[in-house]
Nanobody, 129 residues
Framework: QLQLVESGGGLVQPGGSLRLSCAAS????????IGWFRQAPGKEREGISCISSGGGNINYADSVKGRFTISRDNAKNTVYLQMNNLKTEDTAVYYC??????????????????????WGQGTQVTVSS
C-alpha cells in the first residue's frame, strides 16, 4: 500500500483557522518534498506551499504567504498545513502530494503538478459566514 491521506478540513468562518494533516502510508516521507495544492470550483489546481524533505526549504504562494504555515514531522511521517485568517477565497479541496524534487530547483518548480509522484484524495475546506 502506497498512500497519502489528508485530514483536518471542514467548515470555518472567515478569519478562523484550520490545521490540515497529510499522513503517508506504505512509504517514508524522509526522501520526499511535500506540496500542498488546492482546487476551487471552476479553477485549476494550484500549488500553495511546499516543504523540502529535510524541512529546510519552504515555499508559499503569494496568496497564502503570512497566513499559512507548512511544517513536517518525519518521525510521524506527517506534514501539516496551519491555515490562519482564512478567507472565503480559500474555499477549495486541498491536496497533498509527494515528489522527489531536486533541491536546487525546488524554489522554481515546486508549484508544478507533474513534479509530484503521489497524491492524496483531498480534504474539503469551506470558509463561509
Amino acid at each position: 500500500q502506497l498512500q497519502l491521506v489528508e485530514s483536518g478540513g471542514g467548515l470555518v468562518q472567515p478569519g478562523g483557522s484550520l490545521r490540515l494533516s497529510c499522513a503517508a502510508s506504505g512509504f517514508t516521507m524522509d526522501y520526499y518534498a511535500i506540496g500542498w495544492f488546492r482546487q476551487a470550483p471552476g479553477k485549476e489546481r494550484e500549488g500553495i506551499s511546499c516543504i523540502s524533505s529535510g524541512g529546510g526549504n519552504i515555499n508559499y504562494a503569494d496568496s497564502v504567504k503570512g497566513r499559512f504555515t507548512i511544517s513536517r514531522d518525519n518521525a510521524k511521517n506527517t506534514v501539516y498545513l496551519q491555515m490562519n485568517n482564512l478567507k472565503t477565497e480559500d474555499t477549495a479541496v486541498y491536496y497533498c502530494a509527494a515528489g522527489r524534487l531536486n533541491l536546487l530547483l525546488l524554489s522554481r518548480l515546486w508549484h508544478q503538478r507533474d513534479k509530484y509522484d503521489f497524491w492524496g484524495q483531498g480534504t474539503q475546506v469551506t470558509v463561509s459566514s
